[in-house]
């Protein structure tokens, strides 16, 4: 997974104007994507998002999915800058970006609860 974030930051290096906002995007999914699967196989886990329920039922769908939407994503802001909405672009990146940090720090709060 770490080296699909390495390549997704550099393929990313020329649709993104900050490489260091592109960077935290990927950390943020990231560290959600590791605490999701760190607590995913402790007993009695549940995921409490509902649409993402079926995609941590197992580590190579989860890594699948949060790859997938890491691409969209960063494809997302690049297709938007391109068409002249560069704060769009950014509001995007910081809604990952949040959301993310938010789901990583859910996970990690709820690490001991196992």
């Not at 393929?11 to 995007?25: G, K, L, R, T, W």
């Not at 990927?26 to 699967?37: C, F, K, M, N, Q």
Request: charged share 15%; aromatic share 8%.
């Amino acid at each position: 997974m770490r080296s699909l974030a390495i390549i997704l930051l550099v393929a990313s290096a020329h649709a993104q104007a900050s490489i260091p906002a592109a960077a935290a995007q990927l950390l943020a999914e990231g560290a959600d994507a590791y605490w999701t699967d760190y607590n995913a196989h402790g007993p009695g886990f549940r995921e409490h998002d509902a649409l993402g329920r079926p995609f941590v039922s197992s580590r190579p769908m989860l890594v699948a999915s949060m790859s997938a939407e890491a691409a969209i994503s960063l494809y997302a802001g690049h297709w938007l800058k391109s068409r002249g909405h560069p704060r769009l672009a950014r509001l995007l990146q910081l809604v990952e970006i949040g959301g993310h940090s938010y789901g990583a720090a859910q996970s990690y709060r709820n690490r001991n609860l196992k």
